[in-house]
């Protein structure tokens, strides 16, 4: 009987999240609403949502390991996720995403 294929293992695991994250955050520091809610270095963000996103599609447990239960809306309660910062959020994730899109059937 064959195990399951993680979705992290079949987008090519850590190299391509770690890509993503990147190209993700590249837009975010271009982002008029969204970069003033980030500090002036980026790097401890890419890495938390990097091992964030790797965890929560199958990959290593790193992120729980390191800084417990996410804990989202916690840990996001001192910014102001309105309606217009969630829209360019996804904007950014999509345009990140679109850049190098993973193959059928992961993109469904």
Not at 30 to 53: K, N, Q, V, W
């Amino acid at each position: 009987m064959r195990e399951e294929v993680t979705l992290y293992e079949a987008v090519g695991g850590e190299p391509y999240f770690s890509a993503l994250v990147e190209r993700f955050y590249g837009e975010v520091a271009a982002d008029d609403l969204l970069r003033p809610m980030y500090p002036r270095d980026l790097s401890g963000a890419e890495e938390r949502l990097r091992l964030f996103l790797m965890q929560y599609w199958g990959g290593p447990t790193t992120y729980s390991d390191e800084r417990g239960h996410p804990r989202l809306r916690m840990r996001h309660n001192p910014y102001r996720v309105d309606l217009a910062a969630r829209d360019a959020w996804l904007r950014c994730m999509i345009t990140a995403l679109e850049a190098d899109p993973p193959a059928e059937p992961m993109r469904s």
